[in-house]
């Protein structure tokens, strides 16, 4: 497999945790966001909407994209162990979860987005860095709201087994921590999951800052 990511993107952790937690292997393929390779027409070819991650399969085929639905693969074609639960309920609970940090926290603070802000609506750095920190906790704040209240939550976002759900929590808390300096104090439910999913190596092992490419920079 041959997974194409960048050491900065949290949609690329989510991936590089699955596969560590399934004990899968990618050839790594690096796609600077920051200097707008995601924008260059080989790259367009892999991926149209221009975003990483992006995974190619062994047999071929089309790359597969969108973090979810490739953790979604991957734990449907390596079963052990499973990322979802079993009852309908439990697996509604962990995509909405993962859905929150996923598609309504993580896309408003993407470099195509803080690009827009800056260059089309010429908000300073200060003001940018406002909307970030805002969009990255009130997506934690949300899922705060449901760990701290529903008695499904157990060690872990889902019970006590690792689920997709605890996958997205932590790149979202890593976005608030490394990247945006947020106070995350509010969300205790939230940091004390995050920190039993980085005692995991396939967490700690995944971190952006820990990726090759990352020496320095935030």
Known sequence: MKLYGFWRSLATYRVRVAMGLKNLKAEDISIDLLKGKQNTDDYLAV?????????????????????????????ESHPQPALLPKD???RARVRGLSLIAAA????????????????????DEAARNRWLAH????????????????KETGRFCHGN????????????VIGALAYFNCDTSGVPTVMRIYNQCMENEAFSRAHPLKQQGAGGHH
């Open 47 to 75: 991926n149209p909407q221009g975003v990483v991650p992006a995974l190619i399969l062994d047999e071929g085929g089309p790359p597969l994209f969108q973090s979810l639905a490739i953790i979604e693969y991957l734990d």
């Open 88 to 90: 309908p309920r439990g």
């Open 104 to 123: 309504d926290g993580h896309p408003l603070i993407t470099p195509r987005i803080r690009t827009y802000l800056e260059k089309e609506m010429r908000q």
């Open 135 to 150: 969009w990255t906790m009130r997506a934690l704040e949300a899922i705060e709201g449901h760990l701290g209240r529903e």
């Open 161 to 172: 087994e690792l689920t997709m759900a605890d996958i997205c929590v932590a790149s979202q």
